[in-house]
């Protein structure tokens, strides 16, 4: 009877048709790169693994709409600060952030770091990814350019560090010195956004290094979704009446990209549920890619 | 016993040092390699052109060490000599502990282009150090060879011990000693291990003569 059906689930299988299309391949000095289109969706991947979910899709019917949810969860960030009248964006991927980000505040200048000349080029030709006085991309190691943007003294209301693929982290974008760097950059009213790591040895070490720099951060995680959010602020963190009421006034122009910011608040905490005794990442010890597989 | 005989046996004698320290040379010129990487990325990046600097300029300061080494080669070559090449590497190593920041700061500022900036901080910081790292390896092969008819072997077992010994300060660099220590610590123990390994051969040296 078990083998039977085996056999029919088997059959089954083989008669589904490669649901996913490679309209586009290339390999750039940093990795492979692949567009697919699955159904609706058309996705960038960097990883060939089936297990690196860390990529940029864009749903082509309705192309507002934010795919993923760790994209969707970086517009938390908004609740601390609505109007940012300058936005940094670590890591460019398809665009989604940008472009989202731009629609949303015509008037804000957005500033984006990705250090892959094809990302830049595959994100402009199969995800609608435009550049313009307003959106700019800069391509260049994240560290340098903040590092040269914190000399120049340049403030911005919203950083996202969105840089992390999954399959490679760049380890000197882990750091205390880093995050130091990054905290200058912010205005009296900055906020910091980071798509972290949520599993793993590197949980506790990150998470310790963000305390260590910003003090208390919101840690924001969706019990349906596998990652993890940092939240930091140049201010004082803001209660969950005050999120609350953000959220409610979000709720309607954030709609359109399928932001469901109302559901947010409540999992927004400042509790650790990390090893706080995990020493902090420095430029002399981050050895993230070994911790991430621990 | 004619006087070339007994020049050989106490030559031979020492041949277990010279293999030892050019293992350890070997070990460090590559585990400081691979921590050049780190120790730019602060302010140049990771990307692959940084990588390009310090490869290139390790390979330089080689190629003008083994030329000094082979110069000092030729006159009265001796174990004190020798110990001492150590010591200075040591030395030199010691600036990449406290000067970086204030080296790659100065860089930094100066040079807008971080392909130029790598190049140049990886000058300041590594050039010294692994130049005279350089001159260890031909100057252990003339301590090592005693007749001209084995010395295309003695100079192949020196380049096995060398190039095994970097194999392996690679691997262990990458794969250990930067999960359990800070970069400075790894520097600081390259640096009290090259200072006695000094320390042995110029013992060993003047005892000898």
Known sequence: MTKRWIVFSMLLLSAVPSFSDVIHREKSLYRNIEVQETGRDRCLVFAQRSDDRRQSCVNLKNP???VFSYVRMTFAGLLLNERPGSILIVGLGGGTLPSALGALYPEASIDVIEIDPAVVRVAESFFDFQVSDRVKVWVQDARVFIKRAGRRGDQYDLIILDAFTGEYIPEHLMTREFLQETQ???SNTGVLVANTFSSSELYDYESVTYRDVFGKFFNFKLPASGN???IASSKPLPDSRALQAAASRLSVPLSRFGVAIESFPRFLTTRSDWDEDAPVLTDQFSPANLLKNR | MPPEAAHQKPLKQIGWVVLLLAFTSGFIIMSVELLGGRILAPYFGSSIYVWGSIISIFMVA????????GRLSVNQPNLRRYGIFFVLAALGLLPIV???NQAMDAVFMAIDDPRYGSLLASTLLFFIPTAILGMIAPYSVRLMVNNTERSG???GGLYFISTLG???GTLLTSFYLVLWFEMN????????????AGALAFTLGSKRS
Do not use: E, K
Not at chain 2, 62 to 69: A, M, Q, T
Not at chain 2, 185 to 196: A, N, P, R, S, W
């Open chain 1, 184 to 186: 200058s950059l912010l």
């Open chain 1, 228 to 230: 993890r959010v940092v």
């Open chain 2, 166 to 168: 970097s194999a392996l």
């Open chain 2, 153 to 155: 072997q003695v100079a």
């Open chain 2, 185 to 196: 610590t790894i520097l600081l123990t390259m640096v009290t291990v090259l200072i006695l």
């Open chain 2, 62 to 69: 080689l190629s003008v060490g083994y030329l000094i080494g």
């Open chain 1, 64 to 66: 507002d709409r934010v």
């Open chain 2, 98 to 100: 406290f000067f970086a």
